[in-house]
């Protein structure tokens, strides 16, 4: 069982990046998707979901109207578009699929917003 974040660097203020995270070794289209973030001294934070089958999403309201999360069960992947990012949402980008019985997470994409 793997899930494999990609897409974090370092962007100015304003800016924009697209984080993908690339599940295997279970049927992912069973799982809810969800991005977390944690940023250092900071308990991790839920940033959006999204149901298994992408019906549903939810977000923080720290994010609402910058991020959207989206999923293609084809490619067993969930995405997390960022838009007008803020130094504040500097910090580690953690992928999570979790259904009644399982819990799954990978170990991070580093995001860093500075000028």
């Known amino acids: 069982v793997q899930l494999v974040e990609s897409g974090g660097g370092l962007v100015q203020p304003g800016g924009s990046l697209r984080l993908s995270c690339a599940a295997s070794?279970?049927?992912?289209?069973?799982?809810?998707g969800s991005w977390y973030r944690q940023a250092p001294g900071k308990e991790r934070e839920l940033v959006a979901a999204i149901t298994s089958a992408g019906g549903s999403t939810n977000y923080a309201d720290s994010v609402k109207g910058r991020f959207t999360i989206s999923r293609d069960n084809a490619k067993n992947t969930v995405y997390l578009q960022m838009n007008s990012l803020k130094p504040e949402d500097t910090a580690v980008y953690i992928c999570?699929?979790?259904?009644?019985?399982?819990?799954?997470w990978g170990q991070g994409t580093q995001v860093t917003v500075s000028s």
């Open positions: 999570n699929a979790a259904n009644p019985l399982y819990d799954y």
């Open positions: 070794g279970f049927t992912f289209s069973r799982y809810a």
